[in-house]
């Protein structure tokens, strides 16, 4: 089961590559729609989602209010972001080491997760078009991740407890200027223009267990595999994330964290491999639905 956000704005699910309406399905059912959009589903209590989840299964059971899934028909699943996403720098080793060569830095791994965020203007939903900030930026980057989206609020969150605080996750892809990165220190500019946080298509729901081991997560641009790891290959698992990120800080429902990239970003290849427009950016991570951007035009 994935939760979805239709172009419409209402909440809906998607099965077996069938995407649900659930107002529709609810209304021909004579059922009380238990949420109308992700924000309640997100805010309301586990009996809820019990209910929705629920009601998404007799629908695909019965074949009510079912059609054909494809990513034209969904948006972001956050319809807005409360707040700026969460994100990992460096969490993978191959990654560390190839940024590490391209700016002259040291190679050593770090010992603490590096933490920084994302505006919430980032925000875009798939097959929605990258923007190219001409004038702005001149070395757009893509960073496939698997972000996690938080569902029960919390502060100084144990490792241990960490995925009961956890609603689900989804592809992102923290696009980047490198240049704007560079050249100002800190990485708030370089990771903050409008549209460069692509998310979805979907959040599938985890229900408090941890992801496996062996998910696997890849990028690929105009169809050229880039990146391919598993989310074992991070230096920081995610309880340790959540963990670090919670102490003395509430996480709040519907906190986004994307939780690092691996090797094989434009900037680490020799020639680095920017992204140009009209090039096609895809994410995966096993268990959810892909995401795919286009680098606009103009
Ligand atoms: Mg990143």
Redesign the pocket.
């Known amino acids: 089961m994935h939760y979805v956000t239709l172009k419409q704005g209402r909440l809906g699910a998607v099965i077996n590559n069938h995407l649900i309406d659930i107002d529709a399905a609810s209304s021909i059912l004579g059922l009380a729609v238990p949420c109308f959009d992700m924000w309640s589903l997100l805010d309301s209590p586990q009996s809820i989602q019990d209910d929705f989840d629920a009601l998404v299964q007799t629908a695909y059971e019965q074949h009510i209010a079912c059609v054909s899934y494809t990513p034209e028909l969904v948006g972001s699943p956050l319809p807005h972001l409360r707040r700026n996403v969460f994100?990992i720098?460096k969490n993978y080793a191959d990654h560390a080491a190839e940024i590490a060569h391209k700016m002259g830095i040291s190679a050593d791994l770090p010992k603490y997760p590096i933490v920084f965020s994302k505006a919430t203007n980032t925000l875009i939903g798939p097959l929605e078009n990258i923007p190219l900030h001409a004038g702005v930026t001149r070395k757009i980057d893509y960073?496939g991740?698997l972000a996690l989206v938080i569902g029960k609020a919390g502060v100084n969150i144990s490792k241990q407890d960490a995925w009961r605080h956890v609603f689900g996750f989804s592809c992102y892809n923290?696009v980047?200027a490198r240049d704007l990165q560079k050249r100002h220190s800190q990485w708030h500019l370089g990771k903050c223009l409008d549209g460069f946080g692509p998310m979805g298509p979907a959040i599938t729901p985890t229900y408090g267990r941890p992801l496996s081991d062996d998910s696997r997560l890849t990028c690929r641009v105009n169809g050229e595999l880039r990146q391919d790891a598993t989310i074992a290959q991070m230096i920081f698992d995610i309880p340790t994330i959540i963990s670090t990120l919670s102490a003395g800080i509430t996480l709040e429902v519907g906190d986004v964290i994307?939780t690092?990239?691996p090797a094989g970003v434009g900037m680490g290849f020799n020639p680095m491999r920017f992204l140009e427009p009209g090039d096609k950016v895809e994410v995966t991570i096993t268990g959810t639905l892909p995401l795919t951007n286009h680098l606009a035009f103009t």
């Open positions: 994100c720098g960073e991740e923290d980047s994307a690092g990239t």
